[in-house]
């Protein structure tokens, strides 16, 4: 039977758009595993991704921003540290998604679902919530969770193997954060791309090279 990898999208994402992302994953894996896309149940507005984009400079064309097609994990407050709205209630509905269609193997994430799928692997780890049975983690573009219930959970450092894909083009900001969650995992792999805040797409031995890793995992 084939192992399941559960894959999140990033923030102002859906799951068809990091479906189209990840095929040479799908492709190459087929045979051992069946990766499925979940959704974020919280609607990103239209008027917030916009100004995400103006802020950060993302390429993002218009035709990707509107009614049903921007979702995310939860959606952070602007204090400091910020805190997570929205969390309870997703953690709750993963944990639904598992019992349709689970258990997974793993979770593959990206950007806020990287650091979603390490608040999973975390509440594991320290026997809080609910229990995924994950044995790895490919987190990419990833960061450490900033609400200060959720860092809690990262001590001691996380037990389960993960690789950890961050852009050498990323700004300095977000590779010290991409830096900081690979800290609180134990003995993890590191690889870094030669892109920003986007999965090596355009270059194929970067794709390669996390493909290579989970296909160790599964075996």
């Keep these: 039977m084939k192992k399941k990898i559960l894959c999140l999208h990033g923030y102002a994402m859906n799951r068809d758009w990091f479906r189209q992302w990840l095929q040479p ?9 069946e990766l499925v896309y979940a959704q974020g149940p919280i ?6 991704v916009r100004a995400m984009v103006r802020q950060f400079q993302f390429k993002l064309s218009a ?3 509107g009614p049903g097609l921007n979702w995310c994990w939860y959606r952070a407050t602007t204090d400091k540290p910020p805190h997570y709205i929205g969390l309870d209630e997703t953690l709750q509905w993963l944990h639904l998604l598992n019992e349709r269609e689970g258990p997974f193997d793993a979770v593959l994430g990206w950007s806020q679902g990287a650091a979603m799928a390490a608040i999973i692997a975390a ?19 990833g960061f450490l969770p900033g609400d ?4 809690r959970l990262f001590s001691p450092a996380i037990q389960l193997p993960s690789l950890h894909a961050v852009g050498k083009l990323e700004s300095d900001f977000m590779r010290q ?8 995992f134990h003995q993890a792999d590191w690889l870094e791309t030669p892109v920003g805040h986007v999965l090596p797409l355009k270059h194929p031995d970067y794709m390669s090279r996390m493909i290579e890793w989970m296909l160790a995992q599964l075996q």
């Design 25 to 33: 994953v799908e492709l190459a894996l087929h045979s051992q595993a």
């Design 43 to 48: 609607v990103c507005p239209a008027d917030e």
């Design 63 to 65: 035709t990707l921003i």
């Design 123 to 141: 509440q594991q780890q320290n026997g809080v919530g609910y229990d995924f049975s994950l044995r790895w983690l490919l987190l990419c573009g």
């Design 148 to 151: 200060v219930e959720v860092r």
């Design 177 to 184: 954060r991409g830096k900081n969650l690979h800290a609180v």
